[in-house]
């Protein structure tokens, strides 16, 4: 399989990984686990592991795992209220209309931490409330999650601002999960 090359190809391969991972630990119905619907990508870069610890040094190249790894640590630096917007994004997940509700829920959360945190970016806190929200919504119903996970990739890709932020790092390789 091919490295994605483009930032919108790397985008859809984090967040379904993501998805994946968060999807991992709960079966699925009758038995089966998320490895039967949901393929693993992953790109195996020069990177050293230890345990499963991804190392933070010097990328090599496009590791997902890696990626992943340092947006779920980034993601469990958001302490916020969660419950309420999970709720609500759920509620449109099953609807099967969670573009509009996903947007603002990950804005209003992004900028509420932003103001509780003067010094936060606030492109660090909407990918932070962006992954906890995708885990709590795949822990909540798993059984309906994955339809959160294009919605997710196209509001990431479509935010000209986090793109800037990620590519201003050095693209998604490069991006840690404690500020620079």
Known sequence: ???????EEQ????????????????????G????????RVVFQSQGVYN???????EPHSFDVTIIAARLRMLGDQFNGEMEQSAN??????TKGQVVDVLRDTVKSLSQTWCAQ?????YERAFL????????????????????LAGPMR???NENIGVRQYIEGQGGWENLRPVPN
């Open 88 to 93: 609500r994004v759920i509620e449109e997940v």
């Open 117 to 121: 945190e003067p010094s936060l970016a």
């Open 51 to 57: 345990n499963n610890v991804p190392d933070f040094g």
């Open 32 to 39: 089966r686990s998320v490895h039967d619907c949901y393929p």
């Open 128 to 147: 932070a409330v962006s992954v906890k929200l995708l885990q709590v919504v795949c822990h909540k119903i798993p059984q309906r999650a994955s339809q």
């Open 11 to 30: 985008t859809e391969y984090i967040v379904e990984h993501l998805l994946f991972e968060f999807l991992d630990s709960p079966p699925v119905a009758q």
């Open 1 to 7: 399989m091919k490295t994605p090359q483009t930032f």
């Open 154 to 156: 196209d509001m990431i």
